[in-house]
C-alpha cells in the first residue's frame, strides 16, 4: 500500500506518470541536447481531484468533456513536433517508423537528423570510406572540395587574387570550376 505524496495520509490510488523534455545544455557542436525525463506522483482520490488530473472514470465525466480532453491533448502533441509541409510528417513519427516520408523531410529535421547521425557515428560529416572510390581518389575530392570552400570564402571577402588563383587550381586538378 503506497502512501499519498501530497497529503502523505490517504491510500495512493491515482499513479501519474508524466514524460518530460528538458533541455540539458549544448553538445560541442553548439547544439541544444533534450533527454527525457519520467515523473511519478501517486496521489489519493482527494489530493488528485483538487489537482483536476483526467482520472475519474468515465462515467463521472461528460462524453463532451472527454472530447476536449482528447483534443487538448492532440493539439499540444502536435504543436511541440515539427511537421513537413509536404507530406505532413512529424518527428514523432520519424522517431517511431525510422523512416523519413519524403525529400523535403531532410531540410524539415535537419537538426534533429544532425543530431541523431553525431549519435550514431560521431560525426555530422561524412568520413569514412566511398564505395568504389580509391583512396588516391578520395583525397582528391577532398582536395577539390576544400579548394572550392576557400574559393567561396575569397569571393566572399572580396580578394579576387586569391580567388583566380584557387580558381585555377581547382581546373588544373580536373574539377572545372568556373567561377
Known sequence: MITCQSCQK???????????????????????????????????????????????????????????????????SRRKSPACPDCGMTLDEFNKKGRLG???????????LGELLEQMQGSRAHVGRIPGASEEQVRHTQRVDALRAQLEDAIRTEAYESAARLRDEIKALGGSEGA
Open 10 to 76: 490517504g491510500v495512493a490510488t491515482v499513479h501519474v506518470t508524466e514524460i518530460v523534455e528538458r533541455t540539458t545544455g549544448k553538445s560541442s557542436s553548439k547544439e541544444k541536447r533534450t533527454r527525457r525525463e519520467v515523473r511519478e506522483q501517486h496521489l489519493c482520490e482527494s489530493c488528485a481531484s483538487g489537482m483536476d488530473l483526467p482520472h475519474a472514470p468515465a462515467v463521472k465525466k461528460a462524453m463532451a468533456d472527454i472530447w476536449k480532453l482528447l483534443q487538448a491533448s492532440t493539439h499540444k
Open 102 to 112: 519524403c525529400a523535403r523531410d531532410y531540410e524539415v529535421f535537419k537538426d534533429h
